[in-house]
């Protein structure tokens, strides 16, 4: 257990929120089934119950812990049948609600954390019943395979990029009708399987994807969105030879900075290749929107019309050019989407000479101006005097 102590010490000293994923396949056996990937069989929870007693009685404190991975549906090399998955997170329920009987604090579970099939999904949160699970996971790879010759392009197609709608969709109604007591978590996503494209998924132009997808997991009602990888393969957010952030560490740190939890709905009339996503700002007045620019062409603006202001409601702001708003705009050094250097606002992202992540500072422009989103660009922009109902 040595090892595993020295991994939860440099966790807990970043004050990382640990999940902890464990062999759901124990005590299983492989079945005789056409593609060789069913396991039959109870879950033989012996070794799980005594590791976790181990880190209760360490008092090492995780944020939650999920049976398996990717065991749903069809799985990935071994799958569960929905009924006898149901049945072993009971178990794991009553354990650890057993085991932390006495403690202040008690760890989430999730399950399954595999790819989305209604139907085995439905089946499964039936069987588990009420208050079982508290965050039901599962996985995207919707850009297919890193060695895919298209990626790069897959990443700029608007319509690429929506293929995840209907499943957002069918998991947040699905869970509405068998699990309102839960929350969907995207537990595991890093846009192309296999460890990502090798000069694409560590690039500028991943962060198309990357922010996209945060924001339509948002839109559908997503509490948590995991993004694989924080080192490792070619989606990592950290380059894995020098540890210097790729681009979407910034895209995640400005999202992780600026937009709140509360979602707001976001429709534009106008191209798909213009994405735009709208929160509260978090821990601050106001509202956020990110603005993604898919085009290597058209420039966007975005102006902000007077219906937006229903002053005397106490909806929006006065659009008298008295305001300021706050605008970070991302492009890619010198025009490069393959770049690994992101720029904002003009200044390249680079780690200061102390090794520290750079200040991530906006520009102020007069709020009644319009939003210009250049070709093959990203924008956050904060409205900070606009006032919405469901952010007060």
Known sequence: MERWNRVYDLLNQNNVKVTF???ALAGRKKMDDEGNALWGGAWDFTNARDFINYTISRGQLLDSWELGNEL?????SARVEAKQYGLDIIVLRSIIDQLYSNSTYVPKVLAPGGFWDQKWFAEFLQVAGPNVVDGITHHFYNLGPGVDPNLLYKIQDPYVLDNVLETLNEVKLTLRSYAPWTSAWVGEAGGAYNSGGKTVSHSFVNSFWYLDQLGQASSFDHKVYCRQSLIGG?????NTTTMVPNPDYYSALLWHRLMGTRVLSTVHGGSPNLRAYTHCSKNQPGITMVFINLSN???????????????ESGIGFPVTGTEQREEYHLTAKDGDIQSHTMVLNGVPLELTETGDIPPLNPINVDAASPIKINPSAIAFIRLKDFRAPACQ
């Open 21 to 23: 994923g464990l062999n």
């Open 72 to 76: 749903s549906g069809g799985g990935v």
């Open 234 to 238: 070619n989606y990592g957010l950290l």
């Open 297 to 311: 062409s058209t420039t966007f603006k975005v102006d902000l019309k007077e219906d937006l202001n229903i002053y």
